[in-house]
């Protein structure tokens, strides 16, 4: 079980979190553009439910995972949890869809009315009273200043309809125009040893804000686990989004030379591929917590215990040789070697212990 020691603050929220958090984008199930192909529900709730039982307190979702039905999949699965045990729940917003067109993608649309809709939504469909971290998913698609919709995120927590309020896929400069507002309590964004350009400017500015970071895909939809292989690549079900991803077609080869670097670093430290990519991340100052998915739960053994491993000096030189030598992904390399802390956009709010 992870050590509730080393549970990390969520910026100034009050909030502190075990390292990695369970993610339910899969837990969507199947039939909408972005799926991960047909979901067993009664194996999302088990997992769930054992994710919590382990020690994982924070669980991540969105209305757009499988259009509402995650969401439905989570307060399914804490209903029946006591309200001490009950994990905190992340959501996001600003995306529209088609309920009679599931596989035309849904669209960014961050509107301040979109956004206090879609939290109302989410309460429903999450069977909670307040939403512990409510997040806008992405910018939207018309042109709509972040000052405007998170005005409204703002006035969403002042109301106590949600405890925290964050931005996901968002970049600095909208991190700061948001920060003029009201502060941003975290930030969602894409983070691992194939995608590592939050380190370059992201980090840096969350670290000097106080704001918190939770990273998304720290596994690469699964390909620094250690399991993929071209062969099994190429089976993906037809309705599996990474069909068309382009980590599982031109940028395959590279990718799969580091994770063979990758497994020969874990195994000389009897730890798994993906716990050695988690520890990684985890290493960089400013992160506080990974989200990683699973949808049954013999899944949670290959990476549960990561936020329990400190990668020596050693070790992260290893793995940022291995980065170099086989070109795979891009950003910085090193979290020793990080960019230079920025300075904050405006006055830091008071840290705040809420109920």
């Known amino acids: 079980m992870p050590d509730t020691d080393r549970r990390r603050p969520l910026g100034t929220t009050g909030m502190r979190l075990s390292p990695v958090g369970l993610g339910t984008w899969a837990m969507g199930g199947g039939g909408w553009s972005w799926s991960w192909g047909p979901q067993d529900d009664d194996a999302s709730v088990a997992t769930i439910r054992r994710a919590v039982e382990s020690g994982i307190n924070w669980l991540d979702t969105a209305a757009e995972y499988g259009l509402g039905h995650a969401e439905e999949v989570v307060g399914r699965a804490i209903a029946g949890l006591p309200e001490a045990d009950r994990p905190y729940v992340f959501t996001k917003c600003g995306m529209v869809w088609d309920p009679h ?45 972040v000052e405007e919709y998170w005005a409204t995120m703002v006035e969403l927590r002042a109301e106590g309809k949600i405890r925290a309020a964050g931005l996901s896929n968002h970049d600095v400069d909208q991190l700061a125009a948001a920060g003029t507002v ?15 350009d939050a380190a370059a400017g992201l980090l840096p500015w969350c670290r000097a804000n106080g704001t918190g970071v939770i990273a998304y895909s720290p596994l690469q939809s699964g ?29 395959l080869p590279a990718t799969l030379a580091l994770v063979e670097r990758l497994q020969q670093i874990a195994a000389a430290r009897a730890i798994t591929p993906a716990s050695a990519a988690l520890a990684w991340l985890l290493a960089w100052d400013g992160v506080t917590g990974a989200i990683v998915g699973a949808r049954r739960p013999a899944q949670l053994g290959e990476w ?49 212990i809420q109920p």
């Open 101 to 145: 067109r599931p596989m035309v993608d849904a669209v960014a649309s961050a509107s301040p009315a979109t956004v206090r809709a879609g939290c109302e939504a989410s309460l429903r469909r999450l069977g909670v009273e307040r939403i512990d971290l409510f997040q806008v998913h992405w910018p939207p698609e018309q042109a709509i200043p």
């Open 304 to 352: 549960i215990a990561a936020g329990d491993i400190e990668l020596d000096g050693g070790t992260l030189d290893e793995v940022a040789e291995a980065l170099e030598a086989t070109g795979a992904g891009r950003g910085p390399v090193h979290p020793r070697r990080a960019p230079a802390p920025v300075r904050p956009t405006g006055d830091l709010p008071p840290v705040t």
């Open 182 to 196: 009201g502060h941003v309590d975290s930030l969602q964004p894409p983070f691992s040893l194939i995608e590592r």
């Open 223 to 251: 390909l620094l686990t250690g399991r993929f292989d071209a062969r099994r690549v190429a089976t993906l079900p037809a309705g599996d989004w990474r069909r068309r991803s382009p980590d599982f077609n031109e940028h």
